[in-house]
């Protein structure tokens, strides 16, 4: 009998720890976005998201922009017309498709919590990239 309460303990013990692993947040996500920004998107939107004057809009402060818009438009790119703040833009953004779905999670969630500063947005998780992506259009305009 003892056996089997020792085999529960420790079976709930297991369910406990799993159960804590998997609600774990995914810290570091936003430090690692900021080496990501770094690299692949700053030369072109500064470091705090500025812009570059006619040619680059700046993504600051924009907290209107869905998470597949962000998604997609860091792997597919985007071109087409675009009116920030009474400034007309009619570039291309190259798309990034060496970036894998990590890499991409990362930037999304340091763009939103530091360049876009949106306090109340919660972090992304890879489940929730991945299903944007497969809806994604080759340059995918955003609204
Ligand atoms: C080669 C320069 C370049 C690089 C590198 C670049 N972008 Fe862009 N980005 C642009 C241009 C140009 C536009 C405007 C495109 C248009 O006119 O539709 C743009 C548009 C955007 C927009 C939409 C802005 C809006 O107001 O709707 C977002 C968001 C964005 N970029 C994020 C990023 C992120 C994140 C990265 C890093 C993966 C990145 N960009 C890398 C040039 C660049």
Not at 25 to 46: D, F, I, Q
Not at 97 to 106: M, P, V, Y
Request: aromatic content about 6%; charged content about 25%; proline content about 4%.
């Amino acid at each position: 009998m003892n056996k089997w309460v020792a085999l529960l303990v420790s079976v709930g013990i297991l369910a406990v720890a799993a159960f804590l692993i998997w609600r774990k947040p995914e810290s570091g996500s936003v430090a690692r976005g900021k080496a990501v920004y770094a690299t692949h998107c700053l030369n072109c939107h500064g470091e705090k998201g500025e812009g570059l004057g006619k040619l680059i809009p700046p993504i600051q402060d924009q907290n209107r922009w869905e998470i597949a818009d962000l998604v997609c438009s860091i792997r597919y790119g985007r071109k087409g017309e675009l009116q920030v703040g009474g400034q007309r833009y009619d570039g291309i953004m190259p798309p990034n498709f060496e970036l894998d779905e990590g890499e991409i999670r990362d930037l999304v969630n340091y763009v939103r919590k530091e360049i876009q500063t949106c306090a109340q947005c919660e972090e992304v998780g890879l489940v929730e990239v991945e299903k944007n992506l497969l809806n994604c259009t080759l340059a995918r305009p955003l609204r």
